[in-house]
């Protein structure tokens, strides 16, 4: 079992920056696939990207692309969100998991490991 703890959220306003951390601890060699998504109030869990363990490829939600970009340390067990010209529409809880399964994944149901949240508000 993985267990993740998301941190990095906060209050911005429109035009701003945060850069979101997870770190994964217990059985991490099992982890193939990585990624983020979000939950504004009353929407379900969207995708937001997500990257493999292994390689470079990375896929992002069309909502966020050339905005946000995916990164990973392996040697750290950490996965990184960098948000950029962040939006109100950006506002939510986002959620970091893993997957045993492989390749680079947008869907929440092939993830098995997902931590407990970070709140994200981006003001106007």
């Known amino acids: 079992q993985v267990q993740l703890v998301e941190s990095g959220g906060g209050s911005v306003q429109t035009g701003g920056s945060l850069k979101l951390s997870c770190v994964a601890s217990?059985?991490?060699?099992?982890?193939?696939?990585m990624g983020w998504f979000r939950q504004a109030p009353e929407n379900e869990r969207e995708f937001v990207a997500a990257?493999?363990?292994?390689?470079?490829?990375?896929l992002y939600a069309e909502a966020v692309q050339g905005r946000f970009r995916i990164s990973k340390d392996n040697a750290k067990n950490a996965l990184y969100l960098q948000m950029d010209n962040l939006k109100p529409e950006d506002t939510a809880v986002y959620y970091c998991?893993?997957?045993?399964?492989?390749?680079?994944?947008?869907?929440?149901?092939?993830?098995?490991?997902w931590g407990q949240g970070t709140q994200v508000t981006v003001s106007s």
């Open positions: 990257t493999a363990r292994i390689g470079s490829d990375t």
């Open positions: 998991a893993t997957s045993t399964m492989s390749g680079v994944l947008s869907s929440p149901y092939r993830y098995e490991s």
């Open positions: 217990g059985r991490t060699t099992s982890t193939q696939a």
